[in-house]
């Protein structure tokens, strides 16, 4: 006979942090005092039945979740947001717990599917801090170690995927996030996780955040503590992430080749569909390679405000916005191959159906079983003599 699970506070805790309510806000919202969820969370009170049930309508969270184990083999490592979104606590801590559970998605279809392996280049040296030389080298080693040369990638996200990286835009409703990036460690095995805004329409916007963010996982996840850092120190880092995604995106020579005529805006325009990238960013990269002027650089940016440019660029509703894939196929791949059904997975994680679609970005079908043929209710009783017309 199994015993009964207990009520776990911590997973109390992290209800409340995903759906982002402060304690007092979740007492309010339930009608109880915040002392009582606060007993609650520090394991010193159960909820009642009633206001279990209660919580469970207001976090959306099934009671299975409440009685759930944790997997205290998760180790969380710096996380990156690129907004403003580290200044508010509550935006923070909702997304720590959506890479959790994500993280628990994750680990449960890995038991099925064979994902592709972390392939990473090694970095030698943990630092700080880095001069935009060592960036530039580390752009150009990593294109080389994934065997990218030196030709545009058509599309980051499928590059980052086949080299073991974790994606998916999360669908958010909170536009402060424009994407952020994580390192966990499972089991001593490390996982990277980019999380990219699902309110990003902008094709060549997403190919530059992408690459921002794996600068960060590469140069910055030696740092001790993100939170620690100062205003500058803050603005350095996110500056060298910016750095490392122009390199990656724009190598060198073969952007300089492709610079015919670099004081022309029309041309930067044209250049956009070959190499995926803003125009904005590749004017600051032709200035960073000293292919333009300071004043040829300050003239092209009056330029692209005059002409709107800085709001919405041309091609920006023409050229397709990459997507991850990954997960999404791992779950049709289950579903579809009648090897697990949407409920069996939705219960061997505890989370429910609505919150993995949001948490995967899942396509609207994704979650859905596969039909049955219904037994059929007449049958030939032997074979015909003759052909039927």
Known sequence: MTSLKSFNPNRLKAARLYEGYTITELANAINISKQAISQFEHGKNQPSLETLLQLINVLKFPRDFFYGEDNNEIKIGNTFFRSAATTNKKIYNSHIQKMLLTSRVYSFLEEYIDFPKVNLPMIDQEKDSYSDKEIEELANYTRSYW????????????????????????????????????????????????????????????????????????????????????????REMER???????????PRDAFLKSLLKPNNLDFYVLLKKTWKVSIGAMIIRAYHLEAISYNTYQYLMRQMSFKGYRKNEPYDDLLMVPRPTVLNKAIKLLITNNILTAKEIINAVEVPKEKIEVLLNLESDAMIDKLQEPAPLIKLSKPPSKKIN
């Open 240 to 250: 060298q992430a910016d750095y490392f995604a122009a390199c990656f995106l724009l």
């Open 147 to 234: 065997g990218l040369d030196d030709k545009p990638i058509q599309n980051i996200v499928n590059t980052l995927e086949k080299n073991g990286l974790i994606l998916t835009s999360l669908a958010s409703d909170e536009e402060k996030i424009d994407a952020f990036s994580q390192k966990q460690l499972v089991s001593g095995q490390e996982r990277y996780f980019i999380v990219l805004g699902s309110n990003n329409k902008s094709a060549v916007r997403r190919q530059f955040t992408a690459a921002h963010e794996l600068g960060h996982l590469l140069m910055h996840q030696w740092i001790n503590d993100i939170e620690e850092l100062t205003k500058e120190q803050y």
